[in-house]
């Protein structure tokens, strides 16, 4: 089995490969099921572009803020992967991450 966690302190999300998914935050939990389903994991999406058009003081869960945060996920596991193990967030000036991933991971 293969997932990947994402811990903070006011919550959490965790993916497992084919196992389903699940997170935690102050507004509530949420899960799903192990594979792609568009109808599930992408059904909210239409109709929150919607209402940012209709109101453009409404924030879309995929602005850029929250883009950021998700490449700083991105950027930790890649230090897993680099380190073999936990990466802490926030990290400070550290190597280029492709360049450490190049390093670490045989050819």
Excluded at 3 to 13: K, L, P, R, S
Excluded at 65 to 73: G, S
Aim: hydrophobic share 35%; with cysteine.
């Amino acid at each position: 089995m293969c997932g990947i966690a994402a811990q903070e302190a006011e919550g959490f999300a965790e993916v497992i490969a084919g196992g389903g998914k699940r997170a935690v935050a102050p507004r509530g939990a949420a899960s799903g099921p192990g594979s792609m389903n568009y109808e599930h994991g992408m059904g909210p999406y239409v109709p929150q572009m919607a209402d940012r058009l209709d109101d453009e003081k409404k924030v879309h869960a995929c602005n850029g803020e929250t883009a950021y945060r998700d490449l700083e996920i991105m950027a930790a596991i890649c230090w897993c992967t680099v380190q073999r193990g936990k990466a802490r967030q926030p990290r400070g000036p550290v190597e280029p991450e492709l360049e450490a991933l190049r390093k670490a991971l045989p050819a």
